[in-house]
C-alpha cells in the first residue's frame, strides 16, 4: 500500500507524518485491497482539514474530516473511511 501525504498551508513535521501512516495502515485490516491512499492535510483559518483519497481495485472511496485539532481531524477522517470501507465491504 502506497501513502502519499501532502500538507497545505502549513509544515508538516515527522510525528504528524508517523501518525497519519500508522493510522492508514490499520485501514488495511479490514480491506486487503487497497493499492493506494492519499492524504491531504491543510490548515485553513484555525480549522484543520484532512481529506482521505483511497484506490483499492476497481473501487474509489474519498473522506473528509474537519477539526480543531489536526490529530482528531486524522482520526475522524480515518473512522469515516473505515466506515466505507465495511459498507463497501458488505456489497461485495
Do not use: P, W
Amino acid at each position: 500500500m502506497q501513502i502519499t501525504i501532502t500538507a497545505r498551508h502549513f509544515e508538516l513535521t515527522k510525528a504528524i507524518r508517523d501518525y497519519v501512516e500508522s493510522s492508514c495502515l490499520k485501514l488495511k485490516k479490514y480491506f486487503d485491497q487497497i493499492v493506494a491512499v492519499h492524504v491531504t492535510l491543510a490548515l485553513e483559518n484555525n480549522r484543520n482539514i484532512c481529506e482521505l483519497s483511497m484506490h483499492a481495485g476497481k473501487f474509489s472511496l474519498q473522506a473528509q474530516a474537519e477539526e480543531m485539532d489536526m490529530y482528531l481531524s486524522i482520526d475522524t477522517g480515518v473512522e469515516r473511511m473505515e466506515a466505507q470501507i465495511k459498507k463497501l465491504k458488505d456489497r461485495v
